[in-house]
């Protein structure tokens, strides 16, 4: 039985190799999207003025309003990065997150084929889903890291490292992001289980507080990622749909990893009132599948959970075998299983990049970008001025140096300028009398949205609403006011 282990073990870490080179050939070109581009125009913000911003400089509709950069740090080593390695300096340093963050999940896993295949195949998914320049890359990086450091030491009773690196860790992940309270709920977790010391959560929270935000970075956490005006309108904030195979895939390894845990529960005494907690791992999935279940951008964090979950359970075949001959061959038939579906997903996720960085670069992708190519013609025919847009091309409006009406930083516009997103979303949604009303209230000039969008199609037949632009993907509009066209 032992020497399976070993040789899969051999095996497992020569199918890392090979998981980090197609990942790294095949890491799509247009990983710019989502927020990468305010965010590096934001950084650069930051350098220039040598300040954190604490005020919109971007927008016109909430210009000067209350905007808490929580990933300013990120922010402004992208930007920093931008600046002396363009994009494939930005390809280069996602690339590194990725594998910090993939490395410590199959580590955990490094012994228990079952476990190890459904982290494999969530971590593809991940990729596949949402991997992009973004803050999140790097906090599930550390947040990666500080799981792995954890239970290790744990397990590794007596190890100093994990008391060694927790402030520094939680002090980078509070300026990166604010999920760092996640850090904070996992680690009091193994403390209830008694798996981790109380005196960590010293190091943890005094990192934690040293932000710009100090203690509020708690609340802020909480409402920028429960807010239904976000969540309900954002996509990455929707749930997962198991219509889509990936999708179901994810829900049924997980439940999978779930019937391999054997039960040992763990009694909890407080104030001679005893309480039955489930198994550690058991709770750590039941969080991450949580989180899963209330948006999928949390397939990331519920696949930490899942490797975490698996190195600190008796984890194992759920049924006895009393022929150890008969087990041995289960064993090299699930080795065997692993391997196959692992490769297959790899070879399935390496297809589906259709980009390579040494022939396709994101500065190509970006130039050939539909919605980037209607900004230039925005702004080389000076139309610059109060532009209303659709949401996900605020983000080249920014990084054209334009203003946009709104964009990726939902959290501002909800808590500080809740009329402008109110307005926004009521009107592309119809759930005004009058939806283009809002042209009017804010006296726009210009419209830029993408031409598939129920909304573009109704205001082609809005009097005044005249095309001036259009490509596969984007339209263009200029707005007079009782002007027909």
């Known amino acids: 039985m032992r020497r ?16 980090i080179i197609l990942f790294t050939i095949y890491f799509p070109a247009e990983t710019y999207k989502s927020d990468t581009l305010w965010h590096i125009r934001a950084g650069e913000a930051m350098i220039d003025k040598r300040t954190i911003l604490k005020d919109d400089p971007f927008s016109w509709s909430a210009n000067g309003a209350k905007w808490t950069a929580h990933s300013w740090l990120y922010e402004v080593i992208i930007a920093a990065i931008y600046r002396n390695f363009g994009f494939r300096g930005l390809w280069a340093i996602t690339v590194i997150f990725s594998i910090i963050y993939g490395l410590p999940l199959f580590y955990m896993t490094r012994e228990k084929p079952v476990g190890w295949l459904a982290v494999s ?41 994990i008391y060694l690196m927790t402030f520094p860790l939680f002090l980078i992940w509070a300026n990166i992001h604010s999920s760092v309270t996640a850090g904070l709920i996992t680690l009091v977790i193994f403390i209830i289980y008694g798996m981790a010391d109380v005196k960590l959560l010293i190091p943890a929270l005094g990192g934690t507080l040293v932000n710009p935000q100090w203690i509020e970075i708690f609340a802020y956490s909480w409402r920028a990622s429960s807010n239904p005006k976000i969540t309900s309108a954002i996509t990455e904030w929707f ?5 889509l195979p990936w999708a179901m895939a994810a829900m049924i390894l997980t439940l999978t990893v779930m019937l391999f845990i054997k039960p040992h529960w763990r009694k909890l005494t407080i104030k001679s009132v005893e309480i039955s907690l489930p198994p550690v791992g058991i709770t750590l999935i039941l969080i991450g599948m949580f989180l899963y279940l209330k948006s999928v951008r949390h397939i ?23 022929n150890q001959k008969k087990e041995r061959e289960i064993e090299k038939i699930q080795l065997a299983i692993a391997m196959g579906l692992f490769m297959g997903t790899i070879i399935l996720a390496a297809g589906n990049y259709g980009f390579h960085p040494l022939t ?32 996900d091309i605020g983000d080249y409006l920014i990084w054209h140096g334009l203003k946009p009406f709104i964009d990726g930083r939902a959290d501002m516009y909800v808590f500080n300028k809740p009329e402008v997103w109110d307005d926004y979303i009521k009107s592309i949604f119809f759930e005004f009398e009058k939806p283009e009303a809002i042209l009017d209230k804010y006296k726009i000039k210009h419209i830029v949205f993408r031409k598939d969008l129920p909304y573009a199609k109704y205001l082609r037949n809005i ?16 707005y007079q006011r009782g002007k027909e066209f």
Request: net charge negative; glycine share 4%.
């Open 300 to 322: 990331a964090v519920l696949t930490i959970m899942i490797a975490a979950a698996i190195r600190v359970s008796d984890f194992g075949i759920p049924i006895r075998i009393k």
């Open 360 to 391: 396709v670069n994101i500065e190509t992708a970006l130039a050939n970008d539909p919605m980037n190519s209607a900004v230039e013609f925005m702004k080389a025919t000076g139309r610059t001025e109060r532009i209303l847009n659709d949401y």
């Open 121 to 161: 195949f969530l971590l593809v998914t991940v990729i596949g889903v949402e991997w992009c320049i973004r803050p999140h890359t790097a906090m599930l990086a550390i947040f990666s890291v500080f799981v792995l450091a954890l239970v290790e030491g744990v397990l590794a009773k007596g190890s100093p490292l």
């Open 463 to 478: 009097p005044g609403v005249k095309m001036v632009y259009e490509n596969d993907e984007v339209v263009v509009f200029d």
């Open 4 to 19: 399976y282990i070993q040789k899969y073990q051999i095996a497992s870490f020569a199918l890392i190799i090979a998981f």
């Open 239 to 243: 749930s997962p749909d198991f219509h």
